[in-house]
Nanobody
Framework: QVQLVESEGGLVQAGGSLRLSCAAS????????MGWFRQAPGKEREFVAH????????YYADSVKGRFTISRVNAKNTVYLQMNSLKPEDTAVYYC?????????????????WGQGTQVTVSS
């Protein structure tokens, strides 16, 4: 079992920045690729970013590429999502997730464990 706990999100103005973190406990953190997803009201959960086991590889949704950065510190069992140049359409509940297989990084079905989610609201 892996337990994932996201940091508190928040309210930020358009153009601003916010960093989310997700702390993992349980099994060896470095055995899991990690991802961030988000879900806006009335919409399906969508992929945001993925990072490989070691952190050497990253992958982003087109909608956040160049604005968001995913990173991880395995020694701290933590994955981060740095969000810059935020837009109102980034408003959503953000979830971190852990994938043992590391395959199909943009598919939520590939992730084995999920955090509880944290609200990010971007005002215009």
């Amino acid at each position: 079992q892996v337990q994932l706990v996201e940091s508190e999100g928040g309210l930020v103005q358009a153009g601003g920045s916010l960093r989310l973190s997700c702390a993992a406990s349980g099994r060896t953190f470095s055995s899991y690729a990690m991802g961030w997803f988000r879900q806006a009201p009335g919409k399906e959960r969508e992929f945001v970013a993925h990072i490989s086991y070691s952190g050497a590889g990253t992958y982003y949704a087109d909608s956040v590429k160049g604005r968001f950065t995913i990173s991880r510190v395995n020694a701290k069992n933590t994955v981060y999502l740095q969000m810059n140049s935020l837009k109102p359409e980034d408003t959503a509940v953000y979830y971190c997730a852990a994938s043992y297989s590391g395959n199909y990084p943009d598919s939520n079905r590939e992730y084995d464990y999920w955090g509880q989610g944290t609200q990010v609201t971007v005002s215009s």
